[in-house]
């Protein structure tokens, strides 16, 4: 007979497909990497068999006579969405056919946190969340840890099989007992039973301290010697203009909240710091993180934040 596509068979022949018939798909559906290679098995166990073949825009195989099982095959994975589909052509002129579902993945580029200065009557921040092309989006779970704790996860809503970016936001209020609790966040796909599969993607840590003075230090080691770039919500309350802001650590003279900037650069490359101070009853909240992690030089950035009354 012809090998005609399944759609045309519909379209010409008027034919109902059936989906009961004797064919296997080995393995029975496919996630692969976007670029990764897979293949899958059609096998027909009828004795009426009289050819199989893969219909598919990549590496479509073309009707095999006298076989009861044929292989399908693609190198490297070239699209988000495919859908081969097996078909089984028995003698008396019958067709069955079956879709090997193929589920296209990419993990994220990047995963990463950024202040959203919503700081709300000092007591409430929130924290952003930016998962940069991930592929398939409605397998996606961005999930925020503290410490050992999952504050919050988030599925979305997406139909696009094709890598897209995702966000999530965490509202946090502080709390005495948050004293040292490092914040992060995760990207995982929902595609593989636990343990397996490639390894969650995860932001930089956010550290949270709260203590009895505050100090913001920005020290970084690198070759040549960096010079530092501080900014402040309202520079002159905090800071004299006069005073030399090219220096590691910033002690404010004044309880200000906001986002302090902290830019440290050599001729190498350059390092940015965000320290975002909540004013918290009787207490700040201070919480710093890197952005701009890589560089070239071994520029070493070593915070500490202490907090207070
Ligand atoms: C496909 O499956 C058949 C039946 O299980 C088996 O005999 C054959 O070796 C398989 N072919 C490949 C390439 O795995
Ligand atoms: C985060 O903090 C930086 C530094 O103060 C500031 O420039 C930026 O506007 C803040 N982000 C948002 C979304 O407000
Ligand atoms: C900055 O601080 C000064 C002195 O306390 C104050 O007068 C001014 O209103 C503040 N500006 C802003 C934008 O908060
Ligand atoms: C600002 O400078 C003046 C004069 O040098 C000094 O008296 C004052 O204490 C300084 N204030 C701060 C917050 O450093
Ligand atoms: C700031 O950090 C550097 C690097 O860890 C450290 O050597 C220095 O003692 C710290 N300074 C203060 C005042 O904590």
Not at 130 to 144: E, F, G, Q, T
Request: hydrophobic fraction near 35%; aromatic fraction near 12%; charged fraction near 15%.
């Amino acid at each position: 007979v012809f090998r005609l596509p399944y759609s045309l068979y519909f379209i010409f022949l008027g034919k109902l497909v059936s989906t009961s018939c004797s064919l296997e798909l080995s393995p029975p559906r496919v996630v692969v990497r976007f670029g990764d290679s897979f293949s899958a098995n059609c096998t027909s166990s009828s004795d009426q068999t009289e050819g199989i073949g893969w219909e598919s825009p990549y590496g479509g195989v073309d009707l095999t006579l006298g076989v009861s099982s044929l292989l399908f095959k693609i190198d490297s994975v070239p699209e988000w969405e495919i859908g081969p589909i097996c078909y089984v052509n028995s003698r008396d002129g019958d067709q069955c056919t079956e879709v090997l579902p193929v589920t296209v993945y990419k993990m994220p580029d990047s995963v990463s946190l950024k202040n959203l200065s919503t700081v709300e009557e000092g007591q409430q921040f929130a924290i952003q969340c930016d998962v940069v092309n991930v592929a398939p989006a409605r397998h996606l779970s961005v999930l925020w840890h503290k410490g050992n704790y999952i504050m919050k996860s988030e599925i979305f809503d997406e139909s696009s099989p094709s890598p897209v970016s995702k966000s999530s936001v965490l509202t946090l209020t502080a709390h005495r007992d948050d004293d040292g609790a490092e914040i992060w966040c995760e990207a995982k796909l929902n595609l593989w039973p636990e343990e397996q599969g490639p390894p969650p993607v995860r932001s930089e840590n956010l550290e949270m301290t709260v203590g009895s003075k505050i100090s913001l230090n920005c020290t970084a080691r690198g070759n040549p010697i960096p010079s530092y770039h501080w900014e402040f919500p309202n520079f002159t309350q905090v800071w004299n203009r006069s005073h030399d802001v090219n220096h590691p650590i910033l002690t404010p003279s004044s309880k200000f909240p906001g986002i302090y900037t902290c830019t440290a650069s050599n001729s190498q490359g350059t390092v940015t710091k965000y320290f975002i101070i909540t004013e918290a009853p009787r207490k700040f909240l201070a919480v710093h993180k890197f952005i701009f992690p890589y560089c070239y030089a071994f520029l070493y950035l070593v915070i500490l934040c202490a907090v207070i009354f």
